[in-house]
């Protein structure tokens, strides 16, 4: 079985600081972890993905992801947020034997200006 | 082109009424998957296309019936649906339906039972 946990339901962060949001997971085989990130009334839109090799991730908008074997974990990070990215992010795992895509329950970013 | 496209973005429908949901994709895609959103929530998987054929059903109440005329079309037919049915509807593609493939969405169809 496999899963997807968001600790953080709200994460509030100054313009201009670094951001994380957090994301751990639970798989059987080797975990393909991804991020999107959801507007309002708006459908998902990727960042970036994990598949193998490097644990940094780079992906879309100056995100990051860090993927930590040992701590079961791939974590979204940006040195600098931006208002605008201001949004729903949810972190998701595919299942190793079919197309079915888990999400974790979302984290609302929140960028004070 | 990474764009799904789904049409109509709004659907207001009475519990007798049959309504269709669309969707379109032209980046060649042979996966295509439906999904429902509920306020707050994230996105549950519904059904799932692999090279026009379907391979997932998560158990969907037959009200909801899907169709992929081709691999650049998707269609979800809608029938004596319930209002716990509204919902954000989503499409997304996918490269193949290998686990390493990102998925893209449509913006969705916000749709309200009466």
């Known amino acids: 079985a496999q899963s997807v946990a968001q600790p953080e339901d709200q994460v509030n962060v100054a313009e201009g600081n670094p951001l994380t949001v957090k994301c751990t997971y639970s798989?059987?085989?080797?975990?393909?972890l991804f991020w999107y990130v959801q507007y309002p009334n708006r459908g998902l839109q990727f960042l970036l993905k994990y598949i193998t090799g490097d644990n940094l991730v780079k992906g879309s908008y100056g995100f990051e992801a860090e993927f930590n074997k040992s701590q079961t974990s791939f974590h979204l990070k940006k040195p600098s947020a931006l208002v605008s990215d201001s949004a729903l992010y949810f972190c998701a795992v595919r299942d190793g034997g079919a197309n079915n895509l888990f999400f974790g329950t979302g984290t609302r970013l929140t960028v004070i200006p | 082109d990474t764009e799904v496209t789904q049409t109509p973005k709004h659907l207001v429908m009475g519990m007798t009424n049959k309504k269709s949901l669309k969707c379109e994709q032209h980046?060649?895609?042979?996966?295509m998957y439906w999904y429902k959103q509920k306020a707050k929530k994230p996105p549950e998987l519904m059904f799932v296309y692999s090279y026009e054929k379907l391979s997932i059903n998560e158990s969907v109440p037959s009200r909801f019936s899907p169709e992929c005329p081709n691999s650049s079309l998707l269609n979800l037919h809608l029938h004596a649906l319930q209002p716990e049915d509204s919902a954000l509807y989503l499409c997304?593609?996918?490269?193949?339906?290998?686990?390493?493939?990102?998925?893209?969405f449509g913006p969705g169809t916000r749709l309200t039972v009466t």
């Open positions: 798989v059987s085989g080797n975990p393909y």
């Open positions: 980046m060649g895609h042979r996966a």
């Open positions: 997304a593609s996918s490269q193949g339906g290998g686990r390493f493939h990102e998925q893209y």
